[in-house]
Nanobody, 129 residues
Framework: QAQLLESGGGSVQAGGSLRLSCAASGYTFTYDSYCMGWFRQAPGKEREEVARKYTGSLSTYYADSVKGRFTISQDNAKNTLYLQMNSLKPEDTAMYYC????????????????????WGQGTQVTVSS
């Protein structure tokens, strides 16, 4: 049973940094390629896509609100997806979720949350001003 487990959230002041990790057990980044993404959901708001990448490609995609501040990456040996978040702002405060699809699906277009069948439990990020 494939599972996604996020970690790395916490509380930081504005301008600080955090690195989120998504350990993907049951996935093999070396042999298969997956469309994976980071989403976030703030209280009272809809879940929104933050960043997305295909594990078999160097291409990455970011929401305009995080471009230049967040970086999505992966470690194939650890089957882990990361989200490096720099220059954090109070508006980045949210629960952050890792999402994944089955192998070899298209990853070039933005998807709504329903477009990803597999989700982690989330990790909270709180940025204070």
């Amino acid at each position: 049973q494939a599972q996604l487990l996020e970690s790395g959230g916490g509380s930081v002041q504005a301008g600080g940094s955090l690195r989120l990790s998504c350990a993907a057990s049951g996935y093999t980044f070396t042999y298969d390629s997956y469309c994976m993404g980071w989403f976030r959901q703030a209280p009272g708001k809809e879940r929104e896509e933050v960043a997305r990448k295909y594990t078999g490609s160097l291409s990455t995609y970011y929401a305009d609100s995080v471009k230049g501040r967040f970086t999505i990456s992966q470690d194939n040996a650890k089957n882990t997806l990361y989200l490096q978040m720099n220059s954090l702002k109070p508006e980045d405060t949210a629960m952050y979720y890792c999402a994944a699809d089955d192998p070899y699906t298209d990853c070039t277009s933005s998807r709504p949350p329903a477009g990803f069948p597999y989700w982690g439990q989330g990790t909270q990020v709180t940025v204070s001003s």
